[in-house]
């Protein structure tokens, strides 16, 4: 007897997910009033490195939030606003109370958020949807905006031979694995994600992907599709690299005493403060 055996098409589904540099795409229609704008920002990494710099960082972050709630219809987090996050059932990770009282006024003012989930702040449970009505998107977002079709993603997952992330990210995004975790007491947990988000750091930052840049070449595809800008995060290389008749914007990260992030506006374009 010869042919397949269908009960092996589920492996092959999951198998084909897991590894997929795509987790799920989101479609949003964006209404930005004129004259307002669109403020992204990515790779902020709060939480990493010693208190003080920490601190420096944060109070960079909040002077981003200040100006987008007088100029901004909308902030998109694109991944890694913090170095690890874990909520638990009734707990959250003290050190960010100043932001998460920033992310809650700009919610009260009138400014919708959009956070799209990174690598380093996977540990979203129910604190950002239901305490400051914030969605947490798992995947890439397709986004219109005013005339134009963007492309939004962190980029983890979507660099060559990334492989082994990949298999990784389906564990850590995993909602069992992630409940057997939350029984881990918050102080030894929060400690735990904070160390192992410190490593993976350490391994990445000196890790050679290759010559190619697989998230340029992503980029590329998406625009080749009819996407207009295509921003992501993650690699932690700021770019503004015009293909074809789009634009790919990598906007880096805070990590060196910047604060870079990214203004859409019908009027202006797209514009990169570093």
Request: with cysteine; net charge neutral.
């Amino acid at each position: 007897m010869t042919g397949k055996d269908s009960r092996l098409a589920p492996t092959w589904r999951y198998l084909i997910v897991m590894l997929s540099p795509v987790v799920s795409l989101t479609s949003l229609d964006l209404k930005v009033p004129k004259g307002s704008s669109v403020t992204f920002l990515s790779d902020v990494h709060l939480g990493y490195g010693d208190r003080v710099a920490d601190r420096e960082r944060e109070d960079r972050l909040l002077s981003v939030l200040r100006m987008a709630m007088q100029t901004s219809s909308h902030v998109v987090v694109v991944g890694d606003l913090f170095d690890y996050w874990f909520d638990y059932g009734t707990v959250v990770p003290s050190r960010f109370v100043r932001t998460l009282a920033a992310l809650h006024e700009l919610k009260d003012a009138g400014v919708e958020v959009l956070y799209l989930m990174g690598n380093h702040d996977f540990g979203h449970y129910r604190y950002f949807e239901q305490e400051l009505k914030i969605p947490v998107i798992l995947g890439d977002v397709s986004a219109t905006i005013g005339s134009k079709r963007f492309y939004i993603a962190h980029g983890d997952g979507k660099a060559h031979n990334d492989t082994g992330y990949l298999v990784l990210r389906s564990v850590l995004r995993n909602r069992f694995a992630q409940w057997l975790y939350r029984k881990i007491h918050p102080d030894l947990g929060i400690s735990l994600a904070s160390r192992t988000s410190h490593g993976s750091r350490d391994f990445t930052g000196t890790r050679e992907y290759g010559p190619r840049d697989g998230l340029r070449e992503f980029a590329e595809a998406r625009i080749a599709e009819g996407y207009d800008i295509v921003v992501m995060g993650h690699r932690h290389v700021a770019e503004v690299t015009p293909i074809g008749n789009g634009l790919y914007v990598n906007l880096g990260h805070w990590l060196g005493g910047q604060a870079p992030c990214g203004v859409y506006s019908e009027e202006r374009g797209f514009e990169v403060d570093y």
